[in-house]
């Protein structure tokens, strides 16, 4: 997330639910400048739950189903974290996960929905197919159809829950199995109700009930699943009824830490809200969806009123923030209910009122499109003055922060100097990489490995190189291509360590060196806390230890290590024989400066950017041991001035002057081809061009051939090999995961890069 000005307040949106994804886009339209907006959830992409059954149904595709929460984050210039929530603490204002360090709010929205609730039968979490969390349902049912020219296919398929989302499923199974197999299903639907859809009136149950039995589902009335084991289960401890797949589409369930988190609960586990969709003990809390429990107007756990209180939420929580009066919401008590029955028509319920018909059934695909098409096609917010948050200011800080209000606090001072004096804080120092290193060491980190004195010291003392042994050193610097600061601070090590790795050298110290941008000393320490969590577990997974730097404070965030090493091979000393067949090795896809420049104009998809982001966590270590296990001859890392150009430096380096690269073996990240067929490209793409010599029939048109000009972050490395050595080296790269091809080759009949497809 770039910021051009100071950052006064935290607002944290906890789950990408149908309430959350409304937050995001009316900040995207209007956005609060000062504020940072966080948006943490354990996907990139959300599900919209209304589509489910028509996908199931087969009306629908994946890409229809999601909505891309990067691609709104991105428009709301909003940090990204893809992680699981583990805890939250009211009071404190803190945010646990099991692998990363707290992270602060002054505001949170919580819009988590439930999840299954699983202990009340026995053996459910093992042999039930639970509809929610969706995404896991998705590939749990994707499994089921894969095996469907099989012979054990299944045929026989029970569900448990007798709601509305439950015969839905149901009668899209039904539709599912006919166009897949030409059959019927053996279907079954269990209820411990006396009756379907008891939320709803009677005669929609009714219809409902006629319209299954006349698909052959099988009901079972007043019937309460006890256990679940392989392909059957016990109704009542006693009857059993087998199957070949069992769906759960029972009442959801809370998450556990809510007990722990300090809020008000309801009887059932789920946040207690206002009518404002406030905590009722903690009003600078907001819950909306399946998580909130709304005390005054109770509602059943429907995706209606989820998607309702998005629009009310986005609003109390700007209002708030800014001190102003908020609406109060009771959600309506009927509504407008559409549920599909597999054959292009879907009841409409509202109260008493129940038809079918085709009319209904466009209606709801009409209702779902138009809803989804709300969170695409967004444009990158235009910034505004600063504002000033009368909401927060009125917030203490903790007691174990012992630091001003916001309009005192030292980071705002008009005294500040940007010479030396733009060094982070002592205090701001000392708490972040305290609690960075608590968490490293509780993840794994070898605690030899870590900063014995902080960031604080300004020079390191290093021991003497072995014996034999020359020292290589590095500098890389990143700025905020990814928003997640643990993330950030990860890549930023895989990135500067791999020109130690290109050298097939050794890393043994590195260096930090960091510029925050101004913020409360508070939201300051926990960006550092993050940053600095990541880079020093990559750093102990390399076996480099961090002995210093230099943490500054202005403009954005940028984040770099200086790296030392050692050697016992000098580059001039291995210039191969120019006859030799030399074979080039590159060991990761390209495309990363393409996705993340479409994604800084939300032209990329959640796909595209986590396969990207993958790539560039992805360490050099294991290639440069395997490149040094298997001989070898000349290695680079590929980075920001592209393949095209890196593969020219290293045949000059290897004393031939030009080198081949087939277009047809270059491994590329998910979606690049399209990003170029669509015109888009880095800044740097055409500087990258002009430094390179190429000779083909103009291959930056070829949609894959611009990718040799895409300037790549923490790019993999590129080897020159004989071509035995060649052929072993890619076998091993392969097995560790690599995604590693051979390229091309060395070619001293001509200078530059010539580029050939298929040969």
């Known amino acids: 997330m770039k910021t051009t000005h100071p950052i006064i307040g935290d607002l944290v949106l906890v789950g990408g639910g149908h309430a959350q994804i409304s937050v995001l886009r009316a900040f995207a339209m209007k956005p609060l400048p000062g504020l ?34 990067r691609h709104l984050a991105a428009a709301a210039n909003a940090r990204m974290i893809v992680a699981t929530v583990t805890g939250i603490n009211a009071d404190l204002k803190q945010i646990y996960f099991d692998d990363r360090p707290a992270l602060r709010f002054d505001v949170l929205s919580i819009n ?19 509809v929610k969390p969706i995404a896991k349902f998705q590939n749990q049912f994707e499994t089921l159809m894969s095996r ?61 009930e006629k319209i299954l039995r006349a698909g052959g589902v099988d009901i079972l009335f007043n019937s309460c699943v006890t256990s679940i084991s392989t392909n059957t289960l016990k109704i009542d401890n006693e009857k059993t009824h087998d199957f070949d797949a069992c769906f759960l589409v029972t009442q959801v369930a809370a998450p556990g830490w809510l007990a722990t ?29 399946d998580i909130a429990a709304i005390c005054h107007s109770p509602r059943p756990k429907a995706g209606v009123f989820a998607v309702r209180a998005g629009k009310i939420l986005a609003r109390n929580l700007r209002r708030y923030i800014l001190a102003k009066p908020l609406t109060a919401w009771t959600p309506q008590k009927h509504y407008l209910a559409l549920i599909g029955t597999g054959d292009r028509r879907a009841i409409a319920v509202r ?66 100097c940007l010479g030396c004096a733009a060094k982070t804080s002592h205090q701001v120092l000392q708490a972040a990489m305290q609690d960075a290193v608590t968490l490293a060491i509780q993840k794994g980190a070898d605690p030899d490995l870590m900063p014995p004195y902080g960031l604080e010291t300004d020079s390191a003392y290093l021991p003497a190189p072995p014996s034999g042994s020359s020292w290589v050193q590095s500098v ?7 928003s997640d600061p643990f993330l950030l601070g990860e ?76 050697t016992d091979k000098i580059p001039a000393e291995i210039i191969p024989d120019k006859d030799e067949d030399l074979r080039i090795i590159l060991t990761k896809p390209l495309g990363t400066g393409v996705i993340m420049a479409a994604h800084m104009q939300l032209q990329a998809n959640a796909v595209s950017v986590d396969d990207a982001i993958a790539n560039m966590r992805q360490s050099n270590k294991q290639a440069a041991d395997i490149f040094m296990q298997n001989n070898s001859i000349a290695a680079t890392d590929v980075t920001g001035f592209g393949l095209a150009r890196h593969a020219q430096n290293l045949a000059m380096r ?15 990240l998910d979606g690049v081809t399209r990003l170029f067929e669509a015109g888009l490209k880095s800044s740097l793409h055409e500087q990258n061009q002009l430094a390179v010599t190429i000779h083909d029939e103009h291959p930056h048109h070829h949609n894959r051939g611009a990718v040799l000009f895409d300037p790549q972050t923490s790019g993999g490395l590129l080897g020159v090999f004989s071509a035995k050595d060649a052929e072993n080296a890619v076998t091993a790269l392969i097995k560790t995961g690599c995604r590693a091809a051979v390229i091309g080759h060395l070619d001293q009949h001509f200078a530059g890069i010539k580029v050939v497809s298929g040969g």
Not at 181 to 203: A, F, H, N, V
Not at 279 to 284: A, I, L, V
Not at 654 to 668: E, R
């Open 654 to 668: 290897t004393g031939v002057t030009g080198c081949t690269i087939d277009l047809a073996s270059l491994p590329l």
């Open 351 to 416: 109260g008493d009122v129940v038809l079918v018909g085709r009319l209904f059934w466009h209606l709801k695909c009409w209702i779902d499109r138009r809803f989804m098409q709300k969170f695409k096609n967004l444009s990158m917010p235009v910034m505004r003055p600063i504002t000033r948050f009368a909401g927060l200011s009125k917030t203490p800080l903790s007691k174990k922060d012992n630091l001003a209000l916001v309009q005192h606090d030292p980071a705002f001072s008009s005294m500040r």
């Open 36 to 69: 940072r907006l966080t948006l943490v959830a354990n996907s990139s992409r959300t599900p919209y739950s209304g589509m489910l059954p028509g996908y199931v149904e087969g009306v629908w595709q994946d890409e229809d189903l999601h909505i891309d929460l």
């Open 148 to 208: 469907k020219s099989s012979k054990n296919f299944p045929k026989k398929l029970t569900i448990i829950g007798g709601g509305a989302a439950g015969c839905e499923l149901a009668l899209a199974l039904i539709t599912r199995w006919k166009a897949e197999t030409g059959t019927i299903p053996e279907l079954s639907l269990i209820t411990d109700k006396d009756r379907l859809m008891p939320q709803m009136t009677p005669k929609a149950g009714r219809l409902v």
């Open 112 to 130: 988590i929905g439930g999840q299954p609730s699983l202990a009340m039968i026995n053996g459910a979490d093992k042999h039930a197919i639970p």
């Open 491 to 566: 890549i930023a090590t895989v990135h500067a360590l791999s020109d130690i790795y290109a050298s097939l050298s050794k890393p043994m110290f590195s260096l930090a060196i960091i510029n925050l941008p101004e913020t409360e000393l508070s939201m300051q320490t926990n960006q550092l806390t993050h940053i600095l969590a990541g880079a020093l577990l990559a750093h102990s997974q390399a076996g480099v230890r961090v002995v210093g730097g230099h943490t500054s404070e202005g403009g954005s965030l940028s984040v770099g290590f200086a790296i030392t090493g050692f």
């Open 476 to 482: 890389d610097i990143l700025s905020e291509i990814v």
């Open 261 to 289: 988190s300090g809020l008000e609960l309801d009887s059932l586990g789920f946040v207690a809200v206002t009518a404002t969709l406030q905590s009722t003990k903690h009003p600078h809390i907001f819950a909306a969806g």
